[in-house]
C-alpha cells in the first residue's frame, strides 16, 4: 500500500506570496493532519480534516487555510507568507477522525520543505 | 495545556551501548503515547505506541513502558546501531474530546558512532 505523499517536495518563495501545498492520503484514510515543524518551535498542530469539513484547529493565523477533496487529498494554502514561515510541513493521515477520539495511528508524509526568502 | 517533555540532545552513544531517552508528559485525560523516529530528510515514521497504562510498545528492538503513576514513557534499546543514529519524538494523543492531534516533545537527536 502507498504511503502518504506530499509534493512538492521542496519550495523556495519570497515574502508576500501565496503557496499551496498538497498532500495524499494513504488509500482508505479518510482523515488529514497538517503540522508544520521548525527548529524553534519543533512539530505543531495546524489542522485536521475529514469528509471535507475541517474538525481540529491549532493556534495558527488565519493566513493558514486548508481543505479536502472528495477524495480526501489536501491541500494547505500559506497566504501573505513571512521569513517564519520558513519550515517543514508534515502531513498525516489516519482512518478516522482524531478529533472523534479515534486512537488510530497517524501515519506522516515525508514533508514539503518550504523556504521563505 | 497538554505537554511533552523529552531529554535534550544530542546524544551519542558507541555502536552497542544501551539507549535511554527519558520522556514524561502533562495532561488532563488519559493520553495514548507514542515514540516517532525521523531520519535525515524524511518525515516521521512511527516507532512504537501504546494506549493504557502498563502497556509495553515495542519494535525494531525498541521499548517503552506507559507509566501513569510516573507520568513517563521512556525510549530504552539494548543495544544501538549506526543506523539508529536519527532525531527521537515522543508523542501523545488525547483519546477522547476535542483534542486528538499529536502534541510533540523537541526532539532527541541520537549520534551513534561504529
Known amino acids: 500500500k502507498a504511503g502518504v505523499t506530499q509534493t512538492p517536495r521542496y519550495l523556495i518563495k519570497t515574502r508576500g506570496q501565496q503557496v499551496t501545498l498538497s498532500c495524499s492520503p494513504i488509500s482508505g484514510h479518510r482523515s488529514v493532519s497538517w503540522y508544520q515543524q521548525t527548529p524553534g518551535q519543533g512539530l505543531q498542530f495546524l489542522f485536521e480534516?475529514?469528509?471535507?469539513?475541517?474538525?481540529n484547529k491549532g493556534n495558527f493565523p488565519g493566513r493558514f487555510s486548508g481543505r479536502q477533496f472528495s477524495n480526501s487529498r489536501s491541500e494547505m494554502n500559506v497566504s501573505t507568507l513571512e521569513l517564519g514561515d520558513s519550515a517543514l510541513y508534515l502531513c498525516?493521515?489516519?482512518?478516522?477522525?482524531?478529533?472523534?477520539?479515534?486512537?488510530?495511528?497517524?501515519?506522516f508524509g515525508p514533508g514539503t520543505r518550504l523556504t521563505v526568502l | 495545556g497538554d505537554s511533552v517533555t523529552q531529554m535534550e540532545g544530542p546524544v551519542t552513544l558507541s555502536e552497542e551501548a544501551f539507549l535511554t531517552i527519558n520522556c514524561t508528559y502533562t495532561?488532563?485525560?488519559?493520553?495514548?503515547l507514542f515514540w516517532y523516529v525521523q531520519y535525515p530528510g524524511e518525515g516521521l515514521q512511527l516507532l512504537l505506541k501504546a494506549t493504557k497504562a502498563d502497556d509495553k510498545g515495542s519494535n525494531k528492538g525498541f521499548e517503552a513502558t506507559y507509566r501513569k503513576e510516573t507520568t513517563s514513557f521512556h525510549l530504552e534499546k539494548g543495544s544501538v546501531q549506526v543506523s539508529d543514529s536519527a532525531v527521537y519524538f515522543c508523542a501523545l494523543s488525547e483519546s477522547g474530546g476535542s483534542q486528538g492531534n499529536l502534541i510533540f516533545g523537541k526532539g532527541t537527536k541520537l549520534s551513534v558512532k561504529p
Open positions: 495532561a488532563t485525560r488519559y493520553p495514548s
Open positions: 498525516a493521515s489516519s482512518p478516522s477522525p482524531r478529533a472523534s477520539g479515534s486512537t488510530d495511528t497517524q501515519y
Open positions: 480534516y475529514f469528509s471535507e469539513t475541517q474538525r
